[in-house]
């Protein structure tokens, strides 16, 4: 589950229009955050991002699953971070919308 140098270096990269950008290994992948909020989650190399009610509608829209883990006894959890669409890599301003959504979504749990 361990998050490899070089696509941590590529999520730094596309996620920077987050101001104070800071990453954090931890349970095995790396927690993204803005100052002192996490809005996006990496784990296996895969990105996920944060969403909440507001921003559903847009991962549903592109069928992007949420993360899901499993428990010691064997049950299947989901917390609110969703699996980041592949054009972000590709895209700064779709990078850069995509980021803004996860950093309203984490400033709204707040």
């Known amino acids: 589950m361990a998050v490899g140098g070089s696509f941590l270096e590529q999520i730094r ?4 229009a987050a101001p104070d950008l800071r990453t954090r290994r931890m ?3 790396v927690g993204v955050f803005s100052g002192d909020r996490m809005f996006a989650l990496a784990i296996s190399d895969t990105l996920y991002l944060k969403s909440d009610a507001e921003t559903a509608a847009d991962f549903d829209a592109l069928g992007l699953e949420p993360f899901r883990y499993g428990t010691k006894h064997g049950d299947l959890r989901e917390i609110s971070y969703r699996r980041a669409p592949d054009e972000i890599w590709e ?6 919308a995509w980021t803004r959504r996860a950093l309203g979504a984490a400033l709204r749990k707040a």
């Open 91 to 96: 895209d700064p301003e779709v990078a850069e």
């Open 13 to 16: 990269e596309t996620l920077a």
């Open 27 to 29: 349970f095995g992948g």
